[in-house]
């Protein structure tokens, strides 16, 4: 048999679906030391993602393999997982307040009951599953639900230095995150006007030691009145994400929170939309509860991403409740397939945004599937 060169394995291993690793990202340089003799296939393969993939991602791409290239014998795969590349993104204001910090991404929705923290926490964790260092800050001051996400209630340790007094953020899942939550009683209602609230994330930035962190992911209160406008112009951000459903009601406020972000010059980098359908369990059958293709067609309306739609599952509230997201308490679902998917799409939207000129604000445009 002839030689395979990298070029042809490369086009090979992007038809191989592997759910676990981004297969579509690799690039010529991913493949190294390949050799092909006596119709056998030996070759080193460096795949985005985290380690615990490795094992049954071999498996995977050698019968992929096989497939593409009957003539194969033998297939011989070193796989070794690398995290995925994470650009900067340069701002004075964000550099002087969280100097270790490479980006700042807002979670935000125009009202409240869309699942915004829902779907914070699992992004975060799930860009945590892909080898980003990730920190998670509750901003939403007035209904801080994070903790309970989480499972966690205990108090943050202090530290203190030549740097002065620091709050240590609690580590699960991967993830860094604090919380006003844990900072006060959780039955005490938090009765504060906008100054105290704000006050209080400007704290979270600025004493609280995040160390080297590629994202801090912000989960901001609801709505778009004067606190939130506060609080986005507090925030050194690199954009924001944001969350809608697709009834009609929740994109009228949808369009009011990038409208918000676009007044401050913060790019929106996508859409998500949550409780997009359900599938029966017991039929298979597909149903729109809330109406379909609300998030898709607002995002071409306002020129944004639309970073892809959470369908209903009992499983992904559970989760919340138990304080178990569901990228990481059932991973092999569907459902955390579709989140790691919307946090990967959301990675490429920030390198993109990174990529423009310092000081051009532009909105980012993926490609149509």
Request: hydrophobic residues 40%; charged residues 25%.
């Amino acid at each position: 048999m002839s030689d395979i060169t990298k070029s042809e394995l490369l086009n090979a291993l992007k038809k191989i679906n592997l759910k676990e690793a981004v297969t579509d990202r690799l690039t010529l340089n991913s493949i190294k030391n390949l050799e092909t003799k006596n119709h056998s296939l030996t070759a080193d393969i460096s795949l985005p993602g985290s380690s615990e993939i490795t094992e049954k991602a071999h498996t995977i791409l050698a019968d992929g393999i096989k497939n593409i290239f009957p003539e194969l014998k033998e297939i011989h795969l070193n796989i070794q997982t690398s995290s995925p590349v994470v650009t900067t993104h340069k701002d004075p204001k964000k550099d002087a307040v969280l100097p270790g910090v490479k980006n700042t991404i807002a979670v935000a929705s125009g009202k409240g009951g869309v699942g915004k923290s829902t779907v914070a926490v699992n992004l975060a964790v799930a860009l945590a599953k892909d080898g980003a260092r990730v920190g998670l800050i509750d901003a939403d001051i007035y209904g801080p639900s994070i903790p309970l996400m989480l499972g966690v209630n205990k108090k943050p340790q202090v530290r203190q230095d030549g740097n002065g007094v620091k709050l240590i953020p609690l580590d699960i899942y991967g993830i860094k995150f604090i919380s006003i939550g844990l900072l006060v009683d959780d039955k005490a209602p938090i009765i504060w006007r906008g100054p105290m609230a704000s006050g209080a994330i400007k704290q979270f930035m600025s004493d609280v030691d995040w160390g080297e962190l590629d994202y801090l992911v912000f989960d901001m209160p609801p709505g778009t009145g004067d606190i939130q406008l506060t609080l986005v112009q507090t925030i050194p951000l690199t954009g924001a994400v944001i969350v809608t459903t697709p009834q009609e009601v929740s994109l009228i406020d949808a369009r009011k929170a990038l409208k918000m972000f676009e007044r401050v010059n913060v790019p929106v980098l996508g859409i998500v939309e949550n409780m997009s359908y359900f599938i029966a369990p017991d039929t298979g059958n597909r149903y729109d509860i809330f109406g379909s293709g609300g998030g898709e067609k607002i995002s071409k309306e306002l020129g944004t991403v639309f970073l892809g739609g959470i369908p209903i599952d009992s499983r992904i509230r559970e989760g919340g409740d138990k304080g178990v997201p569901i990228v990481f308490d059932i991973p092999d679902t569907e459902h955390a397939d579709i989140i790691m998917d919307l946090s990967r799409k959301l990675t490429e939207q920030v390198n993109i945004r990174n990529s423009k000129a310092p000081g051009k604000i532009e909105i980012l445009l993926g490609d149509d599937d």
